[in-house]
């Protein structure tokens, strides 16, 4: 049954993945002509910083064993040749909302941002403002405590709040 439950989380994944050519695809329709191959390479370019600083820090801040209920303080730099299929398929899962959070933030300031400060913007995103907010909301799942919004009672249903708020609020910041 274990397979089964990867299969699907696999295919979920490879949904979510596929939601970053249509990001990109929204995008460059929504810009002027001469910015489409820019925002089309800072979609490409979000998405490889994403990846790589959640996996550096972002997904130890976020699973990691919960300190205070505040932040992870272990997991960090996850070496997939000792981990888990489970895991390493979870961890790919969450790549893919950490990026999904990031693009939803390319949208908001496509035309409005240096490239160079955009990526910028990224690694803060999905380094610490997606990993501790998720932390607030999911920590528990792969260690010991949980955050401390999950302990008052908040639910998350699939990423509605700390995915979309995340790159929203970010956004909006900006």
């Given amino acids: 049954m274990e397979g089964i439950d ?3 989380v696999v ?4 949904l979510l993945f596929l939601m970053q050519a249509g990001f990109l695809c929204l995008e460059t329709g929504m810009t002027r ?23 550096f820090l972002g997904f ?3 699973y990691g064993l919960s ?13 997939f040749a000792k981990a888990s299929p489970s895991l390493a398929v979870f961890f790919l899962f969450q790549v893919m909302l950490c990026a999904t959070s990031v693009t939803i933030l390319s949208g908001i300031v496509a035309e409005r ?9 990224a690694v803060i995103v999905s380094g610490f403002l997606y990993p501790i907010a998720g932390h607030w909301s999911w920590a528990g799942r792969l260690s010991e405590g949980s955050g401390w919004l999950a302990e008052l009672g908040f639910v998350d249903f ?6 979309h708020s995340v790159g929203g609020w970010a956004g909006l910041a900006l």
């Fill in 33 to 55: 002509s001469k910015n489409n191959i820019n925002v089309a390479i800072k979609n490409f370019c979000d998405f490889c910083v994403s990846a790589l600083t959640f996996w």
């Fill in 113 to 121: 941002m240096k490239f160079g400060a955009y990526l910028f913007v």
């Fill in 158 to 163: 699939a990423g509605s709040t700390v995915v």
């Fill in 67 to 79: 300190y205070q209920g505040w932040i992870g303080s272990d997991l960090f730099s996850l070496d």
């Fill in 6 to 8: 990867l299969l699907w």
């Fill in 60 to 62: 130890g801040l976020m």
């Fill in 11 to 14: 295919i979920a994944t490879t």
